[in-house]
């Protein structure tokens, strides 16, 4: 059987890129669950492995994420997601792409807590990264492509050129 690439968790602070890896595969049903769960528990290292003398040796794939989720989870409610997507600007020294990824981070946290319909998503993005893009000059060269219909990743794109 073939054994899935995880990638290595050690630092708490980037558990949510890490879980979302998982579900991508655990979602693809590519792996058998006793070799995904098996390779999961290989890539858990240095503080976050504690978390395994809290499950019996048994535990599934579901709930090592589960316990994972509760210790190191991002714990803002709904409201303080909204609060933060309402008060994001773009940086001083952040640059186009990352503060599209920070406002993409916010809304996509802000879904799954259940505050916003994933099918206002695209107009939430797409308003709050032109209006609160820090050059005014590049602001006013894009205001036509924020104006059409074009997608959030489109915007994104020419802003950056």
């Known amino acids: 059987m073939i054994k899935p690439n995880i990638p290595k968790f050690s630092n708490p602070n980037q558990f949510n890129e890490w879980k979302v890896e998982i ?10 669950k006793e070799i995904l769960r098996q390779a999961i528990r290989n890539a858990i ?37 909204m609060k933060e997507y309402y008060n994001a600007q773009q ?12 406002l993409e981070e916010i809304i996509q946290k802000a ?11 695209e107009r939430m993005l797409k308003a709050r ?6 050059n005014v000059k590049l602001k006013n060269a894009t205001r036509l492509f924020f104006e059409s219909s074009i997608t959030f990743e489109e915007l994104k794109r020419k802003v950056r050129r």
């Open 23 to 32: 579900e991508s595969i655990r979602e693809s049903n590519i792996y058998h």
């Open 45 to 81: 290292s240095g503080k976050p492995r504690k978390v395994f003398t809290t499950l019996r040796p048994t535990a599934t794939s579901e709930e090592i994420l589960q316990t994972l989720e509760s210790n190191y989870g991002d714990i803002k409610s709904g409201e303080k997601l």
């Open 91 to 102: 940086e001083k020294d952040e640059d186009i792409s990352a503060w599209g990824i920070r």
């Open 111 to 121: 879904i799954n807590r259940g505050e916003i319909q994933t099918c206002r998503k």
């Open 129 to 134: 990264f032109w209006k609160h893009l820090r």
